[in-house]
């Protein structure tokens, strides 16, 4: 697996790129979202050192070969949202997981698909991941109905998957094989 970040163009003039120092207004709107911090790392309460500190996580998983955290960018340049590629286990599960969230203000412009779809293509086309994975909590409509739109397949309701604010919840797994 590569340890650099690529940029990639998404549809409808989207694109993905690698994480930036500059990044603090998206990762200030994600910390203000009453749900994104909870299954996140990103900081809530805000500070610019916390802010700093997020970014400089997320290309140290580039770097040490766990996963491909990019920035959403939306066609005017603004930074809308996250998702990301988690290889971690591969070896071990034969599979990646993706993930993906968008700040509340650029919600309904298509930016989760974009991405996902993007990231997913990457994956299976230029990294040869055989099956990706992502979990999704059953309330949540507009993550299913993205997860569906990018061609993910729900598979089964796993119970007690990901602990989200101290308590286990249920997720559907959806894959792409």
């Known amino acids: 697996m590569p340890r650099v970040m690529p940029e990639i163009a998404a549809e409808n003039g989207f694109r993905l790129r690698r994480w930036e120092l500059t990044d603090r207004e998206l990762v200030r709107a994600a910390g203000a979202d009453p749900y994104i911090p909870l299954i996140t790392t990103v900081p809530a309460p805000y500070t610019d050192e916390e802010s700093d500190a997020f970014v400089r996580r997320q290309w140290l998983r580039t770097e040490i070969g766990t996963g491909y955290p990019f920035v959403i960018e939306a066609p005017d340049g603004e930074a809308v949202g996250n998702v990301g590629l988690w290889v971690g286990e591969l070896p071990l599960r034969g599979s990646a997981t993706a993930g993906y969230w968008v700040a509340g203000g650029a919600r309904?412009?298509?930016?989760?698909?974009?991405g996902l779809n993007a990231v997913t293509a990457w994956a299976l086309d230029e990294l040869a991941v055989p099956r990706i994975e992502l979990y999704v909590e059953p309330w949540n409509t507009g993550s299913l109905r993205t997860a569906e739109r990018a061609g993910y397949r729900?598979?089964?309701?796993v119970p007690a998957h990901q602990e989200v604010a101290g308590e286990p919840r249920d997720m559907w797994r959806f894959a792409r094989p």
């Open 108 to 114: 309904g412009r298509g930016a989760a698909l974009a």
């Open 154 to 157: 729900r598979e089964t309701l």
